[in-house]
């Protein structure tokens, strides 16, 4: 059964550093394109990073250049490393297969304050 348990996340001041985790089990997150997400209050969920299984890495523009998405194959977790966060970085962070996904985590919540 797959599950996903995002952790990591908190209360950080304009500027500041943060780094999600995402523990998989049920499947291999090296045979997947593994993706984080994000969802701010009254906003849709949106793609913030992927990773691809030969570690090709995409970024939304909003956080290119602050964001790094990575994994530990032998934790089968998947990390996104977060700096120079800004306010509007403030949103529950998931993470999941690209396409299609699995059922959603409880995610991660980053608030950002200014």
């Known amino acids: 059964q797959v599950q996903l348990v995002e952790s990591g996340g908190g209360l950080v001041q304009a500027g500041g550093s943060l780094r999600v985790s995402c523990a998989a089990s049920?499947?291999?997150?090296?045979?997947?394109?593994m993706a984080w997400y994000r969802q701010a209050p009254g906003e849709q969920r949106e793609l913030v990073a992927s990773?691809?299984?030969?570690?090709?890495?995409g970024y939304a523009s909003s956080v290119k250049g602050r964001f790094s998405i990575s994994r530990d194959n032998a934790k089968n977790t998947v990390y996104l490393q977060m700096n120079s966060l800004k306010p509007e970085d403030t949103a529950v962070y998931y993470c999941?297969?690209?396409?299609?996904?699995?059922?959603w985590g409880q995610g991660a919540q980053v608030t950002v304050s200014s």
């Open positions: 999941n297969r690209l396409w299609p996904n699995y059922g």
């Open positions: 990773l691809t299984t030969i570690d090709t890495t």
């Open positions: 049920g499947f291999r997150v090296s045979d997947e394109i």
